[in-house]
């Protein structure tokens, strides 16, 4: 592969959709960050999955609607948002851009849309929150200290952040055969930052014929319902558990008192042949029945994508690899256009279906996509 390409300084004209940014995203980053970022487990079935299920879902037009007055604003946890498209928590964005996460602070800001910084992000949470201007959210990790888990929240409290959005489907990492083809290492200057002077685990390799992870000092760590309680009882922020994808787990998660769920299978970066998050929101948004608000997370493209999640009962989406592609490509000018994209077509697709606002967007805006038998 040759050496990635200086970021752009403008947008080019050509740029149409999301989708467009992939390419020159690609040119830009080495060949092992793009393996981080674009890849999946395994054979990448639920990635693509993720993204192809949208498509068998088919939209319902709806003609001569008076659409004066009309919005994409959303009310949650007593806050107010412009759109409900929010940025997911994705780690080590220095990898493909040298002002990393501060460049989608600024995005975040210029659109106000909601960022979701990671625990493992490559700039300190507090370094985030000084430079942002529109709401922040902050996705926590369980770590084997629960101390220093401890310490995470607070820290995130006293920085301003509004809401805990804990990851719950990556006890382990997912086995990534994309990353591991092309040998991939965090590169020097990229950094956890936020985990600077925490006590690591022992680390346990198994030999031929022993075990290799089942019984071992990271599994003996992995957060438990009994870590989501303890968690309710740190905080007064509204926490949302990330990783559900049954109505077993979301029911469990609305007793624990969680306040909202995000149906995510982690971007199809963990368990492969898992089904795509489109496909089973609807289960999951019966299952919790109106006691919390259920988000989708995996597999958003296009503002067409963001509505069919909404008629399917979330109440917003997290956008993820589409905004690292225009931090790849452009920096905070990049993910701030992507934004603006899906939030235009998402505008589009309202008007023509006759949808005023968020409101009125509902299941009977959609239809199964008819294929041929």
Same mark, same amino acid.
């Given at each position: 592969m040759n050496a990635p390409l200086a970021k752009l300084q403008q947008i080019p004209a050509s740029i149409a959709s999301v989708a467009d940014y992939e390419s020159l995203a690609r040119d830009r980053v080495s060949e092992q960050a793009w393996a981080y970022v674009a890849g999946g487990a395994a054979?990448?079935?639920?990635?693509?999955?993720?993204?192809?299920?949208?498509?068998?879902?088919?939209?319902?037009?709806?003609?001569?609607?008076?659409? @004066?007055?009309?919005?994409?604003?959303?009310s949650l946890f007593g806050q107010t948002f412009a759109s409900p498209i929010f940025l997911a928590p994705i780690? /080590?964005?220095?990898?493909?851009?040298?002002?990393?996460?501060?460049?989608?602070?600024?995005?975040?800001?210029?659109?106000?849309?909601? *960022?979701?910084?990671?625990?493992?992000? @490559?700039?300190?949470?507090?370094?985030?929150?000084?430079?942002?201007?529109?709401?922040?959210?902050?996705?926590? /990790?369980?770590?084997?200290?629960?101390?220093?888990?401890?310490?995470?929240?607070q820290r995130a409290e006293a920085a301003g952040y509004r809401?805990?959005?804990?990851?719950?489907d990556a006890p382990v990492n997912g086995i990534r055969n994309r990353e591991q083809r092309a040998g991939f290492s965090l590169p020097a200057g990229v950094k956890?930052?936020?985990?600077?002077?925490m006590r690591l685990p022992s680390q346990h390799a198994g030999r031929a014929g022993e075990g290799i992870l089942l019984g071992g000092p990271l599994l003996a760590s992995a957060p438990t319902w009994k870590d989501i309680a303890w968690l309710r009882?740190?905080?007064?922020?509204?926490?949302?558990?990330?990783?559900? *994808?049954?109505?077993?787990?979301?029911?469990?998660?609305?007793?624990? *008192?969680?306040?909202?769920?995000?149906?995510?299978?982690?971007?199809?970066?963990?368990?492969?042949?898992?089904?795509?998050?489109?496909?089973?929101?609807?289960?999951?948004?019966?299952a919790v029945a109106g006691h919390a608000p259920v988000l989708l997370d995996s597999g958003i493209r296009r503002g067409s994508d963001i509505f069919k999640a909404l008629a399917s009962g979330a109440a917003a989406v997290?956008?993820?690899?589409? /905004?690292?592609?225009?931090?790849?490509?452009?920096g905070a000018v990049g993910v701030a256009h992507v934004l603006h994209i899906l939030r235009a077509e998402l505008e589009v697709t309202m008007a023509l279906t006759g949808c005023r606002d968020l409101a009125a967007i509902n299941s009977s805006c959609i239809r199964p996509t008819l294929r041929p038998s």
């Open positions: 054979d990448e079935w639920t990635l693509h999955e993720n993204c192809a299920a949208f498509q068998r879902l088919s939209l319902r037009a709806s003609v001569l609607c008076d659409l @004066s007055g009309g919005n994409t604003r959303l780690a /080590y964005q220095k990898l493909v851009h040298p002002d990393g996460e501060l460049a989608t602070a600024l995005a975040s800001a210029a659109a106000q849309a909601c *960022m979701i910084v990671s625990t493992l992000a @490559s700039t300190s949470l507090e370094e985030i929150a000084q430079r942002a201007a529109a709401p922040l959210w902050f996705q926590l /990790y369980f770590q084997p200290d629960r101390e220093f888990t401890r310490d995470l929240v809401a805990l959005v804990v990851t719950v956890a930052v936020n985990l600077r002077g009882s740190l905080t007064s922020l509204p926490i949302l558990i990330k990783g559900i *994808m049954t109505a077993e787990d979301a029911r469990r998660a609305v007793a624990e *008192m969680m306040d909202g769920i995000v149906v995510s299978n982690h971007g199809g970066r963990t368990l492969d042949t898992q089904p795509s998050t489109i496909d089973v929101l609807p289960e999951i948004v019966d997290l956008v993820g690899r589409p /905004y690292i592609h225009g931090l790849a490509a452009a």
